[in-house]
């Protein structure tokens, strides 16, 4: 694993729990992690259970040992590591976005296509696709259970810019974070509507948009946060991105990401509605989905609350009895499954690169339109 | 009154019970109603408890003892009636859309001030913002409970056309209804965000469609519905309406009318997003608000579900005990109230027909940004 | 009608507005509301809409040109009025509770029963049973839709009492009162699950509580509410009444009736679970029902809300379109609907003065059960 | 740990992510796993993590290098264990119920006393304490936020029995499982409550029943679960546990425990009325509380969802960031936790074997109540 932030805190968890539960076609080693910090590195090490850490990433792919390199650095070092590991030879499993260009990620696509003629496999981490509701959810759309679609709403909500006051992180600034909330959020909501739905964007027009141009710049850093002070500073990324979608169906999508939705902390929703029913997700309430069956005697139509814990539902076999609720980071878990299973079978696990490269031309799309004052712009698949 | 459709009996019954709960200053008395086709109006008459019936209403607003005009006919009438009768000194309540154009509109709005110079007044009839909880939400932000808006989420989904076998009725072509889901429902979600925000769109970027573009003609008609035909016609109103909208403030909203939302019945919804707070309303719980105070203590900070129906919340004193629900015709009551204390006080009643031309204005310029690619458009205010 | 608080309010408003939405098949006339206090009947029949008021109730059911008698009276009242009114020939209407003592309630039955046979009809005002959700769960319990039936879960919550210092009006005095939460609202939930399930009770255990026994007495009263005082005195009625039943089918039933119940306003909810379904109610959430259908495919069983506004369901076809609320006093409409075709068409209306009746028993069984250390006691059917 | 079922499976979780994720005052081993098949303990051992596997527990006590035994077999056997597990100086986990009997209950927890004196440490499983969510409710009202505590509604509701022809499996002959609803989930009510109150039961009436009393013998066993023979037998535990209580401040609780709440999954909800507010419960929504403030502006005043998945709220400190979302075995990470840190500290963890004891006791004190038709029984603490 290279990296070892909040997300290696998450993918460890995975790698470590996945063979617990399922019945794994292959034991993964937890075996390096690599940071720049010698000592941070070798902590995290110890802390998530990695047997040994290195500071040096080139020389752990060159590692005959080592089968698969699951990236969890930040989005400006996915396309040279994600390569590299590819062209080594190395399974790879990269964290979304799978880059902060639509340059970079074409070249990931490319190296992920031409080490899949040799076996080798690749994956970007857009886990929210592997809630069991999100993943039922795709079942009953895909069995046609709501017919023809004909809307999309999607929209990632949260709310932790709403103090004008709260300091300026790098996450504000364009330079370090490469993107605001359409890279960070917004693409969430993109990659799972489309996952959901089986669509494909063809088109957008949006606007994006920085609420609050000036906060505070931070004084004296402490861990990750840090205290503010009289200075300001501009903020370079959006914090705000709205757009609407044409399908290659012709169906019409609307997508909200924002960090100034007061009072919704992790709200990534997407409602379908179809010719025959709808479904609709909430991040917020994970273990449930809407769903909608038109097709019922009228009378009796109703969003239906499904919770998506039964044994036969997706992923939920292993776990608990129906209704006690999985977390966060089981979706991980189910990530590792799938990677394992898929790299054994030798099949192509999916979000591929090549979605995630879908994804990057998606939001560089709407980067384009909204500088071109909205006017619609093709993602240029 | 004039019409005596869905809206002449939602109007009507506001006129028989307002005074019976509110004590008014002034005491309507519900005199004629007017219509084209003589039994049916005198049907009216009698089903909604009107003295009499009349076949030409400009007969009828030059009597002496008309003092109210009540318009409930299609909206290509507004414009005529509207302004004979405030030119003839009758105080005039008009359904919304107050016009089918803009520039219809404008005469209105022209009319009203001159009327209200002599002391005649004017109201147009977005009832919604008189559902209690919408009211109490404008309260809140009047109050500032919720900081300075940052984004505003407005949308009003129905899904009576799912089924693309529905027919072809005259609410589907133009030159009947004069407009679709923009124009019919989107029309209250502008109102209603802009009445509880207190901000007004100064520019819009959007996109109208008809995504189902042929239905079967109606055959043989049968009182408002009909049976379908195995011939098909074209759609020429828009079905979905999206855009987006830049307040004055430099605020961002959404804005969905649609009738394609599987499952959403008449679902009004606006959330606002403020900096120390915000308000979420929907008409499909119109006795609730649900209010989020970021000003709390951060653990325990949540939407809040406040149903509005204590003696002291807007307009409920002089209906039932706390916790007992009011339903959709209540806004009518309170709409005579409002006005009727507005003509005896000599005051403007809300929405003016200033405000029911910048709606109009809005929704123009929506139509224009949709034929111009998305261009962002201004309002023209 | 007899009588003219809150329920002659509510009762008024039916008697006016039934006419206008329901094809009746006789015309209601609003002809006399008697009162002790000649001003104040006076001002009550021109606030609601009355011909005349009258003080002696005796002389008003001797009038030939009275056909309906409508009882709004205190429950010691009830009786006395009813028998003279069935007597005389006059159709009863008897707002809940039928009376105070089941020997009155049985008075009134026999009554009741005596008059039916000369063609005279009588009702008891459960408006409940009419709110278009109740009435469609009773239906879809009728047509089988949740099997047989197990389990059943009824509450009427309530607040008003949390302040210990609230004052002790004449609600708390069992002398003026006759019964606290359980006769005042556990009636409701006794009723409403009854009518919903078709289920009687056999036998209940329960037990009657006052939690806070003293509180300060009214000082100078105001209205209808009052000053508190220095001075405390006892309360002298329940306001808390827990018992659990066993229906005659074997069934169970969970009953509670509270005014300390914070935070829920007006919560009448009633959950049936049966061997294939399930329905769920609140008074809260009135246009609203859930429904489980277990006989679906597992994986897609969940409760579904059904707005309960669509033209097809109970009551809905006159009023507005699908998605358009209903509020409280809509089912006086309905119960004065129900009441005039029973009237014209010579059938027994319900819930009946026997249903009525058996309530009360229900309600005695209660008290004598928590009387005898909450023993297992026969409702006495 | 004695014992690998369903249990065991969750215990492990929880002892292998405690540490990755919280820092711990000492590192848990997982050493060895106990059962008496040899071939199932040792995959048990494998799959979940253990060093090693035995057959003898009283061996695997005796031995030097464990210091804590984690009791996950049924409650018949917990006595037994738990009892020479502390008298050979070895801190205890015991899974709920703490026994099956008040007996057996006594002497564990008079075996604890004597071990707390030597410093050896005891606690039993009520895991769902330990949900933030509900640990956060207890502090809530222990911080004096909800005033006096008026009322108690606790109810654990499931749906597994709805069915009558579904098998008759082990957990419904009273010889194997010992007791039915009551003991199985009924506990949970009791604890969860007492526990979020802060207050004791004094003394119950209640009902146990047996709604479906027989059922197919199960045919031939394949796994866990079975086919249903032709034949049928007796269930022998209850499958409805419904009861009142009366705290020993005098507050009331009501109380059921169901496996026929049709479409209730695994539904424990605890509501507390207090004179100030009140917070509501429901572990089918985990991560949420329900919290009404009485004291907040009447107009203002509502049930506030607040997600508990802030960095400041119990537990939530060392998982993800706000907004995303724990699962059910997250409960059992809390527990080692609690456990550990007890241990090290030298303090006493709770729920501790005398509030297992408790528990016993009101469960006992209802079953002699349904015995003695529902009079009121003292829990005889």
């Known amino acids: 694993m290279i990296g070892y932030g909040f997300m290696g805190a998450a993918h460890s968890q995975g790698w470590r729990v996945a063979p617990r539960f399922f019945d ?5 080693q937890m075996q390096v992690v690599v940071g720049r910090h010698p000592g941070a590195v070798a902590s995290a090490a110890a802390k998530w259970g990695w047997e040994e850490s ?46 902060n260009t639509v340059d970079e990620a074409e070249a990931m696509a490319d190296a992920a296509e031409r080490a899949a003629a040799r076996g080798i496999r690749s994956m970007v981490g857009f886990t ?60 969430h909501a993109v990659d799972l509507s489309e996952y959901i739905t089986g669509l494909k964007l063809a088109s957008v027009s949006g606007v994006l948009d920085t609420l609050v141009t000036e906060r505070p710049l931070l004084g004296e850093t402490i861990g990750l946060s840090g205290t503010a002070s009289a200075e300001r500073g501009a903020v370079t990324v959006d ?23 007061t009072g919704r902390k992790n709200a990534l929703r997407v409602e379908v509605s179809g010719s025959l029913g709808a479904v609709s997700f909430d991040l917020e309430r994970m273990n449930e989905l809407q769903f909608y069956d038109a097709t019922l005697p009228p009378l009796e139509q109703g969003f239906r609350t499904i919770y998506v814990t039964e044994h036969d539902h997706p992923y939920l076999a292993p776990w608990w009895p129906a209704g006690h609720m999985l977390g966060y980071e089981h979706g991980f878990s189910h990530q590792v499954k799938d990677l394992v299973e898929a790299i054994v079978d030798g099949t192509q696990p999916r979000p591929s690169f090549a979605d995630g490269l879908h994804v990057q031309r998606v939001l560089d799309a709407v980067e384009r339109s909204s500088n071109a004052g909205s006017a619609w712009t093709a993602t240029g698949d």
Chains 1, 2, 3, 4 share one sequence.
Not at 78 to 94: F, M, Q, R, T, Y
Not at 128 to 146: E, H, K, N, S
Not at 149 to 170: F, G, K, M
């Open 24 to 28: 794994l076609p292959a034991e993964p």
């Open 128 to 187: 929210y696709r592997r809630v069991p509701a999100a993943t039922f959810a795709r079942d009953l759309v895909a069995a046609g259970r709501i017919g023809e679609i004909r809307q999309v709403r999607a929209a990632y909500l949260q709310d932790w810019l709403i103090d004008a006051e709260s300091p300026l992180t790098w996450r504000l600034q364009k330079e370090r974070a490469g993107s605001g909330s359409l890279g960070d959020i917004g693409a």
């Open 54 to 99: 290195a500071t040096d990433w080139r020389e752990v792919i060159a590692r005959d040992d080592i089968d698969v390199v699951d990236i969890v650095t930040p989005g400006d070092t996915h396309a040279e590591i994600a390569i590299a590991a590819l062209d080594a030879g190395k399974h790879v499993l990269c964290e979304k976005p799978l880059a």
């Open 239 to 261: 914090d705000v991105a709205l757009f609407t979608g044409r399908y290659e169906s012709g169906a019409l999508g609307t997508f909200e990401a924002t960090r100034f939705a």
